[in-house]
């Protein structure tokens, strides 16, 4: 297939966590187009395993959708600069008050690559080191455990719906299957 030529890009908003642009591009068959992309630093996620083999996750709110959703731990970079591990750590101390010397990454993830450049590096650690939550002055979680095979369920049955814990769960469980 042949390649986009990227030709300008125009920022319509700089916002608190991504910035929406307009993108022209030349397309194969000559045109231009304009395309919508918010851009985004990243993120990181990680599947914390606790001492009985259960998987912690919090359960939020989410504005965008007015609903609370299960999700891992997960947070956006400080910066495009910063480390994707170092994030995932951050996030597992901040969100669920523990933290982890043995941070292994599990897979990537392009949450909505056709409008935006926001990548997921998700992590999981088997071994988890008691210490303190730290939340957001606006964040509220509440804490939940369960098994794999509890989260395959419900992903299977529309419980789970947000793509990162999907995509991590799905990856942990094949790579304990191994």
């Known amino acids: ?3 986009f030529k990227f030709l300008s890009k125009k920022l319509e908003h700089s916002g608190r966590i ?15 187009a304009h395309w919508d992309v918010l851009e985004h ?13 259960k998987i912690i996750l919090v359960r939020q709110y989410r504005g965008a959708i007015d609903d609370l959703l ?18 995932a750590a951050r996030e597992l101390e901040e969100e669920i008050g523990y933290r982890s010397d043995t941070i292994c990454h599990l897979v990537d993830y392009h949450s909505a690559a056709a409008y935006t450049s926001e990548k997921i590096a998700i992590y999981y650690t088997e071994s988890l080191i008691p210490s303190k939550q730290n939340l957001d002055e606006n964040e509220f ?17 529309g419980e789970i719906t947000d ?16």
């Open 18 to 32: 991504l910035d929406f642009y307009t993108y022209d591009l030349e397309v194969p068959n000559g045109n231009i």
């Open 41 to 53: 630093k990243g993120a990181a996620a990680i599947i914390p395993v606790d001492e009985e083999g």
């Open 141 to 157: 979680v509440q804490i939940e455990r369960y098994t794999l095979e509890e989260l395959v369920s419900m992903i299977a049955h």
């Open 70 to 87: 299960l999700e891992i731990p997960a947070g956006g970079r400080d910066s495009t600069e910063e480390d994707f591990a170092i994030c």
């Open 163 to 178: 793509g990162k814990t999907i995509a991590g769960i799905m990856a942990y469980k094949v790579l304990k299957n191994k």
């Open 1 to 3: 297939m042949e390649k």
